[in-house]
Nanobody
Framework: QVQFVESGGGLVQPGGSLRLTCAASGFTFSGSAMSWYRQAPGKERELVAGITNANGLTNYADSVKGRFAISRDNAKNTVYLQMNSLKPEDTAVYYC???????????WGQGAQVTVSS
């Protein structure tokens, strides 16, 4: 019964910031890498950031490097995505999942809608 609950999305102007939160359950969170994905209208889901289970090594898509930061709190079974300097092309529904570079679970949450517009 793996579950993900994403929150923190919203409407923001270009250059603004948002922080997304993902609450995970149904598996041993501390033993799992975690990742954020996004899916824009008419586009395929893409990996935007990943973080390892323990030492916090991270990986980012080229399109978000220097602007987004993934982090986690194993005590809270939570992973975060800090998004700065947002661009209209960041508009998408953002999802979290287990795994490093590829999704670990077939279960997906509802996602958090992020809309970047003037």
């Amino acid at each position: 019964q793996v579950q993900f609950v994403e929150s923190g999305g919203g409407l923001v102007q270009p250059g603004g910031s948002l922080r997304l939160t993902c609450a995970a359950s149904g598996f041993t969170f501390s033993g799992s890498a975690m990742s954020w994905y996004r899916q824009a209208p008419g586009k395929e889901r893409e990996l935007v950031a990943g973080i390892t289970n323990a030492n916090g090594l991270t990986n980012y898509a080229d399109s978000v490097k220097g602007r987004f930061a993934i982090s986690r709190d194993n005590a809270k079974n939570t992973v975060y995505l800090q998004m700065n300097s947002l661009k209209p092309e960041d508009t998408a529904v953002y999802y979290c999942n287990g795994g490093w570079r590829t999704p670990r679970f077939n279960s997906w949450g509802q996602g958090a809608q992020v809309t970047v517009s003037s």
